[in-house]
């Protein structure tokens, strides 16, 4: 079971980006994905969940209404656009899947991906 992230980088501020992650070895289509980030000295945090089939999803307060979370069963991927980008959302990004979505918005998956760099310049 593999989770690979990609797609992260440097933007400015207002601009946007677009987070993959392609999951490998696993049944991907059963499981709940998610998205955490963490901020250079500071803990990890919860920004986004789909769950199994893709309908019911949620999301942290500073993802709502600018983050899409949304993921492609047949290509055992999850993606996550970002939009309206601050500083503040600079960050590693991590994907992560778990057995319910519950459990990846608590941070229990048991899965975890290399992150991707965000950097959002001022």
């Known amino acids: 079971v593999q989770l690979q992230a990609s797609g992260g980088g440097l933007v400015q501020a207002g601009g946007s980006l677009r987070l993959s992650c392609a999951a490998s070895g696993t049944i991907f289509k059963a499981n709940a994905m998610g998205w955490f980030r963490q901020p250079a000295g500071k803990a990890r945090e919860f920004v986004a969940v789909v769950s199994w089939h893709g309908e019911g999803k949620d999301y942290s307060s500073s993802a709502y209404g600018r983050f899409t979370i949304t993921r492609d069963s047949e290509k055992d991927a999850v993606y996550l656009e970002m939009n309206s980008l601050t500083p503040e959302d600079t960050a590693i990004y991590y994907c992560?899947?778990?057995?319910?979505?519950?459990?990846?918005?608590?941070?229990?998956?048991?899965?975890w991906g290399r992150g991707t760099q965000v950097t959002v310049s001022s």
């Open positions: 992560t899947r778990g057995d319910t979505a519950a459990d990846v918005r608590a941070g229990h998956g048991d899965t």
